[in-house]
């Protein structure tokens, strides 16, 4: 009986062997091959950088002007943008836009902020970007207004996101160069007016390298060797960078034709030396608007050319990409206002960008005789190196270094007037995309016209902030007859508080009814 049962047994197994097997080889060969699953791939949209825990999602992109005369300087809160854009504004001065994926995470103040630009505008507005400033030119309402971007903007004219840095005044700073931005005043501002602070995105603002593919999201670059660079913007306003290499990392200086040299550009938050993983360096068609009778005051007054300068981002261009301690060269394209800049290696496909900071500069045609890089590390100045404490305002000795310091911002209660006025961007110094990026060489200046459709025959509310007078350069053609001003703008939504003298503490927020 127990030999029986044991056979039995054996028989079983034996069937369940190979009904399995039999299984095992279905499967086998019906199967296709094994799933390979990627890695989640996240990346932050200004960075390009792997989202950590502390990442919010729905973080609105903000950005805000910053001034960047050297009387201005040292600048707060620019260590702790993703992206920071410079670009030649009138008389030659350069300002800065710092763009924020979370301005609440900034350690300390944003500015001084001073006004607005069409240039920068045209950056921020594809971001969806919250755009703050005090004052604009008419240009930039105009872009506002076509746009429909005034439930985006956030001039502080009216809607007080920042307060005057009473002792910055006290050390001898100018009223303009004392207006900084807060965490809390810019939250209040948003909720106050109802401005949306969330926003959802998808791919990141460049094509960067997935962090998942490469180290940290840093490829190998395959250009020339470039360990320091100069960016001139012009004659008093020039940019330098030298590569670290123990951080992987540009260091950023900058030349202060006030005390004849070069300075760190430094956070004054901080005390850190501004660096970035990139080096976007754009070459651009750069040349004033034609903006005859346009620039009147409340009482139809002309002002003169206020010399704002149009930057043709119809037409694209070509530049140089600093990664790494290499250079590479690209090409861009941008479009229309509502459209995003974009960046082309040399083979015409995406290019590449590296995870981390990025700083953006925009750069004339006309300064590209001058730009260079160096294989070697030296110094590309040709001046000193000095220390970078606080600024001073030196008057009418910058003046004579050729600085526009009377560049105020007039508040829109006393000097807006509305006004139809023929904005023309004057094309002049288009060069060929695929033009060899040697430093020792010129650009093409050849000429051409390409009128920015997206500025012409636009009627605008036009709060203009007052310069330096420039003497606008000979018009060939009979100008437009100045515009019949209307009635004054109407007194801002907020009264002007009473000025208050009595001293405060820096770090408090004031409502003293000072513009800048």
Known sequence: MKKSIKVLLCLALCLSLFTACAKGSENSAGSSEPEIIEPEYNPA????LEKGDDYNDNSRVVAIMVNNLSAARPQRGLSDADVLVESKVEGGITRFMALYQDYTKVDGDIGPVRS????????????NALYLHIGRSGVTQTYIDTYDYNNSDCDGSTKMFWYRDRQR??????????????????????????????????????????????????????????????????????????????????DMSQYNSSKGGVQKTIDENNDKQLTFENVIILFADIAPYYYPGGNVDAYGRDKGDPD???????????????SEGKAEKLTWSKGEATQFLKLYGEDGEPLMVNCGKSYIGIVDYD?????????TGEDLSGGKYIPSGASQVYGEAEKEMGEDVADYEISSSSEAVSSSSKVVASSSKPVSSSKPADSSSKADESSSSAPSSSSENISSSNTQDSSEEVTPPPVTEEPTPMPT?????????????????????????NTDGEQP
């Open 45 to 48: 949209f200004l960075t390009g």
């Open 116 to 127: 607005g630009r069409d240039q920068f505008l045209q950056i921020a507005m594809p971001l």
């Open 169 to 250: 005044k006290k050390l001898g700073y100018a009223t303009e160069h004392t207006a900084f931005a807060t965490e809390e005043l810019i939250s209040g501002v948003f909720k106050k007016y109802d401005y949306e602070t969330e926003a959802k995105y998808g791919s990141p603002f460049l094509y960067f390298a997935n962090y998942n593919d490469y180290e940290n999201g840093i490829r190998e670059m395959n250009g020339e060797d470039a360990l320091s660079i100069a960016v001139i913007h012009s004659q008093s306003y020039k940019t330098y960078f030298n590569y670290n290499a123990e951080t992987g990392t540009y």
């Open 308 to 322: 704002y300068q149009h930057v043709d981002f119809l037409a694209g261009g070509f530049g140089i990409y600093f």
């Open 367 to 375: 300064e590209y005789k001058n730009f260079a890089y160096s294989a």
């Open 485 to 509: 001003p209307e009635e004054p703008a109407p007194t801002p939504e907020e009264p002007t508080p009473t000025p208050d003298t009595t001293p405060t503490d820096p770090s408090e927020p």
